[in-house]
Each structure stands twice: as structure tokens, then as C-alpha cells.
């Protein structure tokens, strides 16, 4: 055999070497993307193998953030669809034990002193407070002042109005889209400081500052500044939808100040711890979308923001179009069983929380709850 001959034959053994190494090193990597597709499907939905490719940064991206889109048919009126779209950041559990709550009794609070800082000066001339439930008129029998504050003890609520700011039409026709269309000689962030300071000078902890709604489209301007109240440092929310939220305040301010406020006025003394949870119970934030996507037909979810009005159901079903763009893990209160630990769910569109509608999904049971 001359050299030249195993020359070739050297030389083609050790392409044929190389090319099984290439192969088993393709098959690992296949091997390993194929188990990683195996993972992701089962906790992210199978729409996520489609969407794969191999780089690191986009391993990230897939872990950090979801997105998914469910249609399903309503349950009241089944002719109308409801689609939830997640569009979000994946929160993380906060490493520390949380616990079920009870309501038990409204917070210790004054209404005589609340009454006092909100009407200031002229709270000298209403007539003495009764039953909780009051009716202001002036000193004299048959003049009403159109001012109320109500108080009551077995819920909470809290109702103060001046004058003809029970009038203030807070409809979504009125509503404006940001601070830039409004008529007002008070700046947003003026505005809020003046609720703070309500708050500080009546002794009411545990409140903060939510958002902010705009109105004066028709009517003359002024804002709807909500607060949510906090419980062992995490948001409390219900019924966020309608205003109605049972642990939330609403100030309505314009150009004269605070002109009503409404809500239940809750602290820590309102609550009484009932069962503890540990984080290890607690569902993960992608079986929570889990949840909603199973849940879909039966949430209702109200809105105050024109945007949405044309995905409103006229058939009970609430909104048919359900932008879901940031969760967070919080206490939701349900009106039949208590404060409940729930991933909160936000609506909004491009991105941006107007956390005018939200529902929940039961941190530990994963039932939803909704307005």
C-alpha cells in the first residue's frame, strides 16, 4: 500500500470520527431542548414550544414573563365569548408565612373627629351625631345643607359629602383619559397630598395610594384618587370594578379640596387572624393563569374606563375582553368568606394597569373570586 493510499484512509477515519462526535453532540443538545420544551409545556402552556429558540436570554424571557390568550363561551348568555389575554411579568412568593383573615368589627375610629376635619369650622353649626348614622343640617330645623356623613359601625363604611359634590358625575362619558385634558387649577400630585394629609390628620393607617381617574369631559373637573388598604405589607382588593371596593377609600377632589369621600374604614383591630399559610402552599403565579384560563366563562369583571365600554356585555356577563397585564399576590375580601390570600389579576391595555377591573384567583385553592 503506497502512501498516498494511507494517507486517504488515515484522513477519512478521522472524518468519519468526527462526524459521530458532531452527531452525538447534536443529539445532547436536541436531547436537552426537548426535555426543556417538555418543562415549559407543562408550566407554561404547549403555545410556548412554538414560539422556542435556543439562547439563553430567551430561556430568561420565557421564565420571566407569560404571554397567552384563552376564548371561551360565557355562561349566562352563551352566544357572547369572553377572552382573557396575559400579557405580564411572573411576580415572585415572597418568602415569609402569611395567614386567612376575619372580619371582625370596624376600626377604632371616631366619626365625631373625622366629621370635624372634613367640614372644619363649619362642624360646630351640625346638629349632635346619632346612631352612627348621620344626617348634618344647619342649626335650624328646616334648612338642609346637602352635606351628609354616614358612618356605619357593622361594616365600615364610611360616607362624607359637601355640599353639591353628591351631583359629581363620575360616569364613563365624563371620564377623561389623562391629567393633560383636565380643566382644574390643582395639579394631580397637589391632590393626592391633600388626601395624605386627611388621612394623617384623622389617625387612618394602613391606606395607600392606588391611582388615579379623571373626569370633567362634560362636567366641571375633578379626580377620583383611590386607596387600598394593606395588610401584613400586601395589597387588600375587592370589587375594585365598581367603586364599591370594601377595602378601599375614594376621595373625589376639586378646585375647593376634598368635597366627598367613600369606602370602609378599616385597621388593624378590624381583623382577626384565622389560619396560617406557608409559602409552600401557596400556588405558583403560572398555575395560577392556569386557574383563570379554566375559570374563564364564569368571571365577571366590571369597568370604569371608556376604553373597554365596547367590550361590555349588556347580558350580567361584565367585561368580554379581559387585557390582563400585571398580577401581584395580596389579600382579596370576599363579602361571604372573609379576607382571602389571592393572586390579583389587573386589567389594562398597552401595558398599563388602570386596576379599574380585577379579579382573583385563591392563592392556596386556586377558586376565583370576582366582583
Known amino acids: 500500500m503506497t502512501n498516498n493510499v494511507k494517507y486517504v484512509l488515515i484522513l477519512g477515519i478521522i472524518c468519519l470520527y468526527l462526524s459521530g462526535c458532531k452527531n452525538v453532540s447534536h443529539e445532547s443538545n436536541i436531547e436537552h431542548h426537548s426535555s426543556y420544551f417538555a418543562a415549559s409545556s407543562e408550566q407554561f402552556g404547549t403555545d410556548y414550544k412554538a414560539k422556542f429558540e435556543s439562547t439563553a436570554e430567551q430561556y430568561e424571557t ?3 414573563h407569560i404571554t397567552r390568550e384563552t376564548t371561551v363561551k360565557c355562561v349566562i348568555e352563551p352566544s357572547e365569548t369572553r377572552t382573557i389575554k396575559f400579557d405580564l411579568d411572573i411576580p415572585e412568593v415572597c418568602e415569609f408565612t402569611y395567614c386567612n383573615y376575619e372580619f371582625s368589627k370596624v376600626g377604632q375610629y371616631n366619626i365625631g373627629d373625622i366629621v370635624q376635619i372634613f367640614f372644619g369650622e363649619r362642624a360646630k353649626d351640625f346638629s349632635a351625631f346619632e346612631d352612627c348614622v348621620i344626617q348634618i343640617y344647619h342649626n335650624s330645623a328646616d334648612v338642609y345643607d346637602n352635606s351628609l356623613a354616614e358612618l356605619d359601625e357593622s361594616k365600615g363604611r364610611l360616607y362624607l359629602v359637601d355640599g353639591d359634590a353628591a351631583a359629581l358625575d363620575f360616569s364613563s362619558d365624563n371620564m377623561l ?3 393633560d385634558e383636565m380643566m382644574i387649577n390643582i ?17 387612618i393607617t394602613g391606606y395607600r395610594y392606588d391611582y388615579t381617574l379623571y373626569y370633567g369631559a362634560m362636567q366641571p373637573a375633578f379626580y377620583s384618587i383611590r386607596y387600598y388598604y394593606e395588610l401584613d405589607s400586601l395589597p387588600t382588593s375587592s370589587r375594585i370594578s365598581n367603586g364599591e371596593g370594601l377595602c378601599n377609600l375614594t376621595f373625589f377632589v376639586d378646585d375647593n379640596g376634598i368635597v366627598k369621600i ?3 374604614l378599616f385597621d388593624e383591630s378590624s381583623f382577626r387572624g384565622k389560619e396560617s399559610i406557608s409559602t409552600a402552599q401557596i400556588i405558583s403565579p403560572q398555575k395560577a393563569i392556569d386557574y383563570a384560563e379554566e375559570q374563564a366563562a364564569v368571571i365577571r369583571c366590571g369597568n370604569e374606563t371608556p376604553e373597554f365600554d365596547k367590550y361590555f356585555s349588556d347580558h350580567g356577563e361584565g367585561l368580554l375582553y379581559l387585557p390582563v397585564c400585571e398580577m401581584r399576590l395580596g389579600y382579596w375580601f370576599s363579602e361571604y368568606e372573609g379576607i382571602k390570600l389571592a393572586w390579583i389579576f389587573y386589567i389594562g391595555d398597552n401595558n398599563v394597569a388602570e386596576k379599574s377591573g380585577a379579579f382573583a384567583i385563591d392563592a392556596v385553592s386556586g377558586k376565583v373570586y370576582y366582583y
Open 62 to 64: 420565557i421564565e420571566n
Open 262 to 264: 367613600k369606602g370602609r
Open 177 to 179: 383619559k389623562n391629567f
Open 187 to 203: 395639579a394631580e400630585d397637589e391632590a393626592i397630598a391633600i388626601c395624605d394629609k386627611f388621612l394623617n390628620d384623622c389617625g
